[in-house]
């Protein structure tokens, strides 16, 4: 599967041109956020109930699995019952 690279173009103020599809029903154009510079999905399924959800990223996500292990192993609750 190849990636599409968006190529985004400021007209104005507040328009913004770009190629990217919305990634729920690839036929519409997604929509950007100025702000943040993320692309949304498309009106039609935003309407329809679709959203981007940002999953919490742990702390530790960065770790080997072993540091993990250790620091779940060293906070358990039960040992000190």
């Known amino acids: 599967m190849e990636l599409l690279k968006p ?8 328009a913004i041109d770009h190629n990217m599809p919305c990634s729920v029903c690839h036929k519409e154009p ?3 956020t100025c702000e943040t510079g993320i692309f ?3 009106w039609g399924c935003q309407e329809l109930g679709h959203q981007l959800v940002f999953k919490p990223v742990s702390p530790y996500a960065h770790l080997p699995w072993w540091k993990k292990l250790m620091i779940q192993l060293t906070n358990d609750p039960k040992r000190y019952e």
């Open 40 to 42: 949304k999905p498309c």
């Open 7 to 14: 190529k985004i173009e400021v007209i104005g103020p507040g």
């Open 30 to 32: 997604a929509v950007i």
